[in-house]
């Protein structure tokens, strides 16, 4: 297992990737989408053992290059943001997901590159109605509700559009498996994934999408109803490069879910912990939102007890984000 490829390495996750394989002892390729990003991404990895390669496009980059020399795959790339605005979802989110997918396996094949992980998403799991609020543990044999047609239809918001862009494109690498027996895949489904950043940003206006509500927190701006599951950002790509070197994996969906909690839970820590900060944060609710609600368990035992990943406490994961957040502000600046 001498060289891996990471897509989507100047990612927020792919980003931290790339950093616990070098970690490892690996040598990493890591693909982007230009040659600007990929001088950025050099800059914070300038270790010779890594490379950043231009794989334009998910759907229609040419893979040839980036999968010379290289052994296995991680496919990270995948849109994530939250459009403020209209969008396509055919285009913007189903397409580079699932055909995005589709594109990386499909070239790592032809590459003889056979052991693959692929992120997926917890969003790709809830296949109750109560989605995240249901009173049950999941596990590896659920499956969003959510199909293609609902997603294209315009009818669903566009966080339900993104996760099930996710239970798409995992099931097709799942699909692709099973029709080329050779292919070693495994899936990781992390949940929300929360901490410092280390990936190339310009401005805090391009936070990454599940950091952006912390730091809408830090700015006087609570947001009641983001998805109550998180897991922090270095344990998850710790769960990512140790599922790749674990044979027990293979075939299997690692979920990655550290534990349940609700956006007051999130805010009532930092005001207690970073009073200094109590100026510029969200006050606190008199009541939690989602006091009463349950939030959904998942079965995480083939990170947290196979492969050795027990994740960050709430409190930690928060804390370091917050930290993370005012020292990215003041490097920056806050616009
Ligand atoms: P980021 O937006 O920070 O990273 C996404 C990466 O994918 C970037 O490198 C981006 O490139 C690339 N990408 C997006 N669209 C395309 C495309 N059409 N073609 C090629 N590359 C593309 O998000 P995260 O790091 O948070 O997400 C990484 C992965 O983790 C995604 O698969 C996401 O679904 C999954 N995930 C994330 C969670 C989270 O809470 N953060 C939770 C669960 C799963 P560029 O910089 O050029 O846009």
Not at 141 to 149: H, Q
Not at 177 to 187: C, S, V
């Amino acid at each position: 297992m001498s060289r891996i490829l990471v897509t989507g390495a100047n990612g927020f996750l792919g980003s931290h990737i790339v950093k616990q394989a070098l970690g490892a002892g690996l040598t990493v390729r890591g693909s982007v989408r230009s040659a600007e990003k990929a001088a950025e991404l050099k800059k914070v990895f300038p270790s010779n053992n890594f490379e950043a390669v231009v794989v334009a496009d998910a759907v229609t980059g040419d893979y040839t290059e980036a999968f010379k020399g290289v052994s296995s795959l991680i496919h990270v790339a995948s849109p994530f943001f939250i459009p403020d605005g209209a969008f396509d979802p055919k285009k913007d989110m189903l397409e580079p997901a699932i055909d995005g997918t589709l594109s990386a396996l499909r070239a790592a094949k032809k590459a003889g590159v056979n052991r693959i992980v692929v992120t997926s998403s917890v969003g790709a799991i809830p296949s109750n109605p109560d989605l995240l609020h249901a009173d049950t543990t999941y596990g590896a044999d659920d499956w969003l509700p959510f199909n293609y047609d609902m997603a294209v239809s315009g009818q669903l918001p566009p966080f339900a559009v993104y996760i099930t862009s996710k239970k798409l494109a995992e099931q097709a690498a799942w699909d692709f498996a099973k029709e080329n027996p050779e292919i070693k895949l495994t899936t990781v489904c992390p949940a929300v994934v929360y901490g410092p950043t280390i990936h190339p940003i310009k401005s805090m206006k391009a936070i990454n999408a599940s950091n952006a509500p912390i730091y809408a927190l830090l700015n006087g701006t609570f947001i009641p109803d983001i998805a109550p599951v998180y897991c922090d950002v270095v344990g998850t790509a710790d769960v990512h490069v140790k599922a790749l070197q674990s044979d027990s994996t293979i075939g299997k969906r690692v979920l990655f879910i550290k534990g349940g909690a609700s956006p007051y839970e999130f805010l009532s820590i930092i005001h207690k912990k970073r009073p200094e900060l109590a100026s510029r944060l969200a006050p606190l609710p008199a009541e939690d939102p989602m006091k009463g609600k349950p939030i959904s368990r998942f079965d995480s035992s083939i990170a947290k007890e196979e492969l050795g990943v027990p994740g960050l406490e709430l409190e930690d994961m928060v804390l370091q984000t917050v930290d993370d957040l005012l020292r990215l502000e003041k490097e920056l600046g806050a616009n």
